[in-house]
């Protein structure tokens, strides 16, 4: 079964600064498909980024930005110019043939 | 607006009780999904619901029953639930078996069993 491992249970960064979330996942597959997911403390779960396995090239969004190490099976979040509604929990999933599986989060907080 | 809602946000139970918990989505989406998250443990899949059938069920006791009457909706039947069924439940959907598909989540409701 895969697996997904977030090492940091918490991180937190100042407000501007830069921080990365490591993710490290356990496959055999080749072609797979790997997020990010944010649930701040209203719980709303939300997609932050994406990356399928068969590219090459990092995803970004804005000011996300991942590290895809695929030999690694690492898959790290890079937030830049953290900002206070960047405070919650981050949740790193690996996915293939329809089904997800979950890291156990990393909580980041933000300070002013 | 996420296109996912959950209603009730709250629910308070005691373990003789029978209630429902609802997913409603629209957006397009053919394949639904339960998820309970629990304090300082992962989420768990509880189960999924391709084109109205169900497709995985990950050994979730049988006083949790889904149901999904069409793509839009999907609701868990709870009764004689115990005290550590108390968990956040989360409802999701996606394009089933479109990788690239994230889920989108609804709010959660927080289930309370005492």
């Known amino acids: 079964a895969q697996t997904v491992t977030q090492s940091q249970p918490e991180m937190s960064v100042q407000e501007a600064e830069t921080v990365t979330l490591s993710c490290t996942y356990d496959?055999?597959?080749?072609?797979?498909?790997l997020f990010w997911y944010k649930q701040p403390p209203s719980r709303q779960m939300i997609l932050v980024i994406r990356q399928e396995a068969y590219k090459q090239q990092n995803a970004t969004e804005n000011r996300f930005s991942v590290n895809f190490q695929k030999a690694a099976k690492s898959f790290s979040l890079k937030i830049s110019d953290s900002q206070l509604g960047d405070a919650a929990m981050y949740f790193c999933?690996?996915?293939?043939?329809?089904?997800?599986?979950f890291g156990d989060g990393t909580t980041l907080t933000v300070k002013p | 607006e996420t296109g996912v809602t959950q209603t009730p946000r709250h629910l308070v139970m005691g373990m003789t009780n029978k209630k429902s918990l609802k997913c409603e989505q629209h957006?397009?989406?053919?394949?639904m999904y339960w998820y309970k998250q629990s304090a300082k443990k992962p989420l768990e899949l509880m189960f999924v619901?391709?084109?109205?059938?169900?497709?995985e069920n990950n050994s979730v006791p049988s006083r949790f029953s889904p149901e999904c009457p069409n793509s839009s909706h999907l609701f868990l039947h709870l009764h004689t639930l115990q005290p550590e069924d108390s968990a956040l439940y989360l409802c999701a959907s996606n394009l089933h078996n479109a990788g690239a598909s994230p889920l989108h989540f609804g709010n959660g409701t927080r289930l309370t069993v005492t």
């Open positions: 999933a690996y996915r293939k043939a329809g089904k997800s599986t």
């Open positions: 957006l397009g989406h053919n394949a």
């Open positions: 619901y391709s084109l109205e059938e169900r497709v």
């Open positions: 496959t055999s597959e080749s072609d797979y498909y």
